[in-house]
């Protein structure tokens, strides 16, 4: 199949019961046994429920992996890979990441005595340099938020694998459909399927996808333990948004070229960053590894806080909020919403100055972003 079938078929037969074409919530906390430990397949649903099940196994297609897991949050599902490292584990990880990462890193896994080492990954040669004996995972997210910086994942995963070390990639900003890291030579895919995937702002969840039986064992015992789980109502939403992935990743991007390109011609920007733009430091990485670029821009504006402000104040199609993916345009202010939590030295050193903002290209009418912004602007 190909991945617009997969999005709509896999994990989604009729259902057996009734016929019932699309996949129905099974909106229930436990199922009935016939005997003592002989069930359907179902026992409780944070350990599995049928709507969630079709949901694993549609995105596992989607990544080419033979395994997915999905959770709460994308932080719950970023929890679980790092659940697999031990007091004494090493770990590296970009400075240019998720502000939530990175508290996560800060606050739950550091006391832990589990170490990370923060470094510039768009430089081979200093990855290899963080490199200890006992570092046992590579975290990578790639493009960056919110500056959209692009990593190599093959050659990095190549290093690594040289020191065993597991491989995750975070591929929220493109989706499966715009990067494969599996087929890139990562372990584990990570992902917010608030964002892209599920597509309509409506749901908190997210997912691990992986080859290997090993892990895929590990996690999911870390899942059943801590419970952080989609209910199955946000799994079939999920699901639901999942089937429009394609030409909704398409929208996106075709959007996102139109405004890039309009902000580079507008004398309050002084920056843009699209990893679609031939000036982009990484574009010709993306080519290599992508098969597009994304639906998110960054730009920034002359000024600081106050123009930022303005300029938000001005906007109205494009809404001032968290988050991205969804078919409706956000901006983004991430010195003081994503990543508030970064010391002001570092959130400074990988390019989160106080002019920075983000845009989530939506899927509207590109004439009436395009004026959005322009008014807003002026």
């Not at 697999?84 to 770990?91: E, F, I, K, R, T």
């Not at 100055?353 to 509207?364: A, C, P, Y």
Request: proline share 4%; with cysteine; charged share 20%.
């Amino acid at each position: 199949m190909k991945f617009e079938t997969k999005a709509i078929c896999v994990g989604q037969s009729a259902d057996q019961a009734t016929g019932a074409t699309i996949v129905p919530i099974y909106q229930t906390s436990t199922f009935t046994q016939e005997e003592v430990n002989k069930n359907k397949g179902y026992e409780y649903s944070r350990v599995g429920n049928p709507t969630r099940t079709a949901l694993d196994a549609c995105l596992a297609s989607l990544e080419e992996g033979k395994y997915g897991l999905t959770f709460a949050s994308g932080l719950a599902a970023e929890h679980a890979i790092l659940s697999l490292l031990q007091p004494g584990d090493h770990v590296i990880v970009p400075e240019d990441m998720y502000g939530g990462t990175y508290r996560l890193i800060k606050e739950i896994f550091e006391p832990y005595k589990i170490t990370f080492t923060f470094t510039d990954f768009t430089d081979l040669n200093l990855i290899e340099k963080a490199f200890l004996p006992s570092t046992k995972m590579v975290w990578i997210e790639t493009p960056t938020n919110p500056t959209l910086k692009i990593f190599d994942i093959g050659s990095i995963s190549e290093l690594s694998h040289t020191t065993n070390a597991i491989v995750v990639v975070d591929n929220t900003f493109l989706s499966p459909y715009f990067q494969k890291p599996l087929l890139l030579g990562a372990d584990i895919v990570v992902h917010s399927t608030t964002k892209y995937i599920n597509g309509h702002s409506d749901i908190i969840g997210g997912a691990v996808i992986l080859n290997s039986s090993e892990l895929f064992k590990k996690i999911q015992l870390v899942q059943k333990s801590i419970g952080a789980v989609p209910s199955p109502f946000d799994s079939w939403l999920t699901l639901r948004g999942v089937k429009t992935l394609a030409i909704r990743m398409k929208q996106h991007e075709k959007n996102a070229f139109q405004v890039a390109r309009f902000l580079k011609n507008q004398p309050n920007v002084l920056d843009v960053f699209f990893p679609g733009l031939e000036t982009h430091p990484g574009y010709e990485i993306a080519k290599k590894q992508m098969t597009g670029f994304g639906g998110v821009v960054s730009f920034k504006l002359k000024g600081g806080l106050n123009e930022c402000n303005a300029f938000f104040k001005k906007l109205k199609i494009f809404q001032l909020a968290d988050s991205l993916g969804g078919i409706e345009s956000l901006a983004n202010y991430s010195a003081l919403m994503t990543h508030d939590y970064f010391p002001s030295e570092l959130r400074l050193k990988i390019g989160v100055t106080d002019n920075l903002i983000r845009l989530s290209v939506g899927i509207e009418n590109i004439d009436d972003l395009l004026e959005d912004l322009k008014n807003a602007l002026d």
